[in-house]
């Protein structure tokens, strides 16, 4: 927890420089109102708001994004005493407030069970002491009903998780009656897109993603198989055909390309880069920059959770290696020398990736990306 408290604390330092490079697309008029319980997008359909604490808010905040209906997800706190608390007296354990998230969701795309379960595949339930790496009340797992038929579901959801034998302790996740929520400092919001490296090392250390593997592994393969949107990677052979002699020396053998002598380095058409091997979305033509390197770069992944990082300790140095998480291919390196807003450099070899122009995402499966590139009124 110490070790956390520190990053937030340089993250805190660092938020000013973080939110100017973030002004031009970061702090741009809301399409959502909130008043009072209710939300209501400037579109008139209606919105709903559930509450729910589990652990550090930047894993629940960017976890709950991915949720298709979800429209937005707020990191702050709730359940204490003290009105607009900062996050150092939260963070104390003195006010009795939680780390929390709200979830703003269409109720015709998806349901509050559905959330619920969400939640549930998340956190350790059973943990009343906190949740993975970090400690104390403010840390620990709750449901903030907002009204008496969330209060029922939660309830009997928790029940039913309870006795289905998937964990060997009693659940300890508490559900509450909502009183009051306050956003969390501006540098807290989406923490995961703004610093993606420190998020990552975070959560990788954290313990919180091993846990759900081993408790919800299996049971999340075979729901990903189902709708066959599995990314995985081929046997030996079929890569052996698969692949050009560079793009196996490169995922499989950790080469590297030459300089300017690759596809990609100079690409600027708009799209999106995938993994050779099995297809998982990487990174965005958004955050493509000329790193003058010769190999192309990027400011930070489209999705974090495509991405391993570990150290790299080769040819007598240490570095951070950039590897896809389903197939494990090898991607590149990161560096600590980018542009704004994230100031890293994700410098790639082409022959791991494969683009995917924006005309062309729909027919092949990648659809839900074409709202990056949709034009701003």
Same mark, same amino acid.
């Given at each position: ?148 038929? @969330?209060?029922?579901?939660? %309830? +009997?959801?928790? #029940?039913?998780? !309870?006795?289905? *034998?998937?964990?060997? /302790? =009693? ?42 593997? @081993?408790?919800?592994?299996? %049971? +999340?393969?075979? #729901?990903?198989? !189902?709708?066959? *949107?599995?990314?995985? /990677? =081929? ?143």
């Amino acid at each position: 927890m110490n070790e956390r408290r520190g990053e937030k604390k340089m993250a805190k330092l660092l938020s000013f420089l973080v939110v100017a490079a973030l002004a031009m697309f970061g702090c741009q008029k809301s399409d959502i109102l909130i008043d009072g319980g209710s939300m209501m997008a400037n579109d008139g359909k209606n919105l709903k708001i559930t509450t729910f604490a589990g652990g550090c808010f930047w894993c629940t905040e960017a976890d709950f994004e991915k949720v298709p209906g979800v429209v937005k997800v707020i990191s702050g706190y709730t359940g204490g005493q003290k009105e607009n608390p900062t996050y150092e007296e939260v963070s104390s354990g003195k006010t009795g407030h939680l780390e929390a998230i709200q979830v703003f969701y269409d109720p015709s795309k998806v349901t509050y069970e559905s959330l619920l379960d969400v939640f549930w595949r998340h956190i350790d339930p059973t943990d009343p002491g906190g949740q993975f790496a970090d400690r104390g009340g403010q840390y620990r797992s709750a449901i903030f009903y907002h009204d008496e038929e @969330q209060k029922q579901l939660a %309830e +009997k959801s928790k #029940e039913a998780l !309870g006795q289905s *034998g998937k964990f060997n /302790k =009693p659940m300890a996740t508490e559900i509450l009656k909502f009183t009051k929520f306050y956003n969390a400092e501006e540098y807290h919001q989406d923490y995961y897109k703004k610093n993606p490296f420190r998020y990552q090392y975070y959560r990788s250390g954290s313990g919180r993603d091993q846990f759900i593997d @081993q408790v919800w592994g299996k %049971e +999340k393969k075979s #729901e990903e198989e !189902g709708k066959g *949107g599995t990314y995985t /990677k =081929p046997d030996e052979a079929t890569l052996r055909k698969k692949l050009n002699p560079m793009q196996y020396e490169v995922t499989q053998q950790e080469g590297t390309e030459p300089p300017f002598q690759n596809e990609y380095w100079n690409n600027q058409r708009e799209g999106i880069y995938v993994d050779i091997v099995s297809g998982e979305p990487l990174f965005g033509s958004k955050d493509k920059f000329d790193s003058g390197t010769g190999w192309p770069s990027f400011t930070k992944p489209l999705d974090p959770g495509n991405i391993v990082e570990r150290k790299d300790r080769h040819l007598f140095m240490v570095r951070t290696e950039v590897r896809s998480n389903h197939s494990d291919s090898h991607l590149g390196h990161v560096f600590p020398d980018g542009p704004p807003p994230t100031g890293l450099r994700y410098c790639m070899n082409s022959a791991s990736l494969r683009f995917i122009p924006k005309e062309d995402l729909a027919k092949e499966g990648y659809g839900e990306y074409l709202q990056l590139f949709a034009s701003k009124k």
